[in-house]
């Protein structure tokens, strides 16, 4: 707090509207009149001396910055204690809210400053990623026999009945396509009109064609057809070497060219599959550029997986409780921000009407709240989920009972409605596993008086508007470009950067949702949540109880030894004791209770109920 007050000060000696002793009459209502609530300095006349203030800010210094919210219950406190004038208390509460309204203020432009400073670094993916010129095909480079070959796959991997993929992966498999074309074209000089999906994929048949072949024909045509797949399955296997080195990109960048291919690859061969009856998906390996294509995922993945995290999950994380107090610290940035817009529309004289904060500025900080929020008052869910929120689809407000979910226009009463997150077959990554899934948005109540549906609705009603979005998704982007116009669905970027950056501007760590998500299973590991609750929180998350334990779980060895190690103490403890004082035996071998002395049966009582307690939390020794 000490370095927030020096700055505040500073503040006030540089503004020229601060009246000629603001920097005394907030040294007066800190120093004076709260320091001494928190166990500082109290002064020993009724004005403070130089080193009186000296000592103050000293002990200011030791105050961590969270004691911030405290600071107006401590002020009454001291004014209590020396039973202050009423005017000279209204003088110096006055004082310390501006004080307070200072450093919220200066925590919210960084959080704004933090996420701007992001988007305006934004830059194409190639360039960030390969340091090269934009090589990759565009689509009015297409020729028409290409533009009709993409065509008919993106149909393909739409169809529910084929690959049955949602918009976004096709995307990503056109533009890995797109790269591997552009660089034939670009860089290898290969002719436009010679870029087909035929190039990238031979085809060659499975079997052969002619029926009025001979026994002998045709197992020798079979013979020289499997030959001829193999040859087409090293020609891919080389192409795609010759352009991994040229890309020099990383293994996931690798994996994806190769997942994209493989897709193109059962597109390319669908029709010789079902001539020759390949339906089920382990019989694809028949044929041979779809084998070896599956061997070069494979081997990337596995390569990801016994890879070193790029990024130290330590340097982008933080504990779940201090998580929850960003969140909380968003809030009174909000509120202040609210209480700032709605006193300037209330301004009189020549500047009556004009608002000198700007209501979209007000609508951006409550949205990075709401986007915070829905990862802190629920289990945190992943991007897409947040990021796709759809009122009327996904996000919908009504009662959810045992008869169905009833909106919130078939209510009698609008009181009993709640908010509901759903999502359907295609909404998350893994609905093909766990199906459709409700979530209730919990109302949750803030220490203001209000609840998450107050600032839910406010967001809905009065400052998404601002934005002027054509759609019906939740989150929208507050600032348009050369490409993209204000009010549009955020992507995964724009998203993870508004959580990022607030994290940054407020604990100074990056944390991404993705990594909330491992720091909520930690937490629950670390605090000992017992089975049920940790199976409940995985179908919360929509993952398996493995992936909980072998993906999320940052928990510190040492810490799950910790169990064990307290398990063998017990154990020890006994054995030594029974050395010297033998446990009294029944005939048939149990122990006589009755005659064991009170120390054994202090000691066994111990060791079972520390067994017990790890039973209930799902650890059997």
Known sequence: LGEAFRAYSHALTTNVETVSNGVSLARTAVLKFTVPGLNGPTPAGRRMTPAEQTAALKFLDQVPIEALSTLVEVQQRVFETHQTAAEICKTNRHQLRRFLDWVHEQQLAGVVAAAEAEE????????????????????????????????????????????????????NFQRDLNRILGWLYHIEGEALEALTFQRLIPLVPLVPQDAGLTAVERYMETLQLEDAGVEAART????????????????????????????L????????????????????????????????????LDAINAAPPVIDHASRSIPWQEAVGVWIQMRQIVDTALAKYEQSRRIIGKNKGKPTRSPKRVGCYLQRFLIVGFFVILPPDRNRTVRELEMGRTLLRGQLTEGGFTPIEQLSSSAEARWYIYLGLDDYKTSRFYGESWMEVPDTPLSNGLSFYHYLELWIQEYRPLFAPDHEVLFVTTKGGRTSKCGQPQNSHNLAQRVMASFKALVGVPVVP??????????????????????????????????????????????????????????????????????PLMENGQIDFAAITQEQRQLLQRGLEHEAKRRRRGIVA
Not at 128 to 144: D, G, S
Not at 147 to 166: G, H, I, S, W, Y
Not at 269 to 293: C, F, H, K, S
């Open 120 to 171: 305006r670094q934004q830059t194409p993916t190639e360039k960030r990623v390969h340091h090269k010129a934009p090589y990759a095909l565009k689509e009015h480079q297409w020729t028409t026999a290409l533009k009709v070959d993409f065509q008919a796959f993106e149909a393909f991997c739409r169809a529910p009945t084929e690959m049955n993929l949602r918009l976004a992966t096709y995307d």
């Open 236 to 263: 891919v296997s080389n192409l795609l070497d010759r352009y991994f080195d040229f890309h020099a990109n990383s293994l996931s960048s690798q994996r994806d060219v190769a997942h994209a291919l493989l897709a």
């Open 265 to 300: 690859a059962k597109f390319v061969y669908r029709d010789e599959m079902a001539r020759v009856g390949l339906t089920q998906d382990w019989e694809l390996n028949q044929v041979p550029v779809i084998r070896r294509l599956r061997q070069v995922y494979k081997e990337r």
């Open 514 to 583: 993705s990594a909330m998500r491992s720091m909520y299973v930690t937490f629950l590991k670390s605090t000992g949540a017992e089975a049920h609750e940790l199976e409940a929180a995985a179908v919360a998350m929509h993952h398996s109880r493995e992936m909980q334990d072998r993906v999320y779980d940052r928990q510190p060895k040492p810490e799950k030894i910790q169990p064990i190690l307290d398990f063998n103490l017990q154990l020890f403890e006994l054995v030594f004791v029974a050395e010297e004082q033998p446990l």
